[in-house]
C-alpha cells in the first residue's frame, strides 16, 4: 500500500495529476458495525459561495453496493452521506502519510 501524498484534499485539485490521485483508492471503514472496504469512484470539487462548504467530493462505493459521498472541507472538517443520512468530523493525514477520517459516532475511514 502506497500513502496518497500527504496535502489537503484542496491541494489535490491544484494540479490534474494530484487530483486524480485520490480516484481508485481504497477505503476502509472501522466502527461498531463492523469492517467494510471499497473504493474512490469519482472525486470533484464542489465550489459554493461560502467557503465553509467549498471543498472536494470523493464518492465511495462500498463491497456491498453502498454509496458515500465524502466532503472534504479546508478547515479539516469532513461530512459523509451514506443513505441520505449525515456524519461528520475531521479529516487527517496519520504518522504514515495515509488520509483518515476519524468520524463522530466512534468510525474511521481510511484511504490507502
Known amino acids: 500500500m502506497n500513502p496518497i501524498e500527504k496535502s489537503s484534499p484542496l491541494n489535490l485539485i491544484k494540479s490534474n495529476?494530484?487530483?486524480?490521485?485520490?480516484?481508485?483508492?481504497?477505503?476502509?471503514?472501522?466502527?461498531r458495525s463492523g469492517k467494510f472496504?471499497?473504493?474512490v469512484v469519482k472525486t470533484r470539487?464542489?465550489?459554493?459561495?461560502?467557503?465553509?462548504?467549498?471543498?472536494?467530493?470523493?464518492?465511495?462505493c462500498w463491497n456491498d453496493g453502498i454509496q458515500s459521498n465524502v466532503l472534504f472541507l479546508e478547515n479539516s472538517r469532513v461530512l459523509v452521506w451514506i443513505n441520505k443520512v449525515e456524519y461528520g468530523?475531521?479529516?487527517?493525514?496519520?504518522?504514515?502519510?495515509?488520509l483518515r477520517i476519524k468520524m463522530d459516532r466512534g468510525s474511521q475511514y481510511i484511504f490507502n
Open 45 to 60: 470539487l464542489q465550489q459554493k459561495p461560502s467557503s465553509q462548504d467549498r471543498g472536494v467530493v470523493a464518492i465511495i
Open 37 to 39: 472496504s471499497g473504493g
Open 17 to 31: 495529476k494530484h487530483f486524480q490521485s485520490i480516484n481508485g483508492k481504497k477505503v476502509i471503514s472501522y466502527g
Open 89 to 98: 468530523d475531521k479529516w487527517y493525514w496519520d504518522t504514515e502519510g495515509y
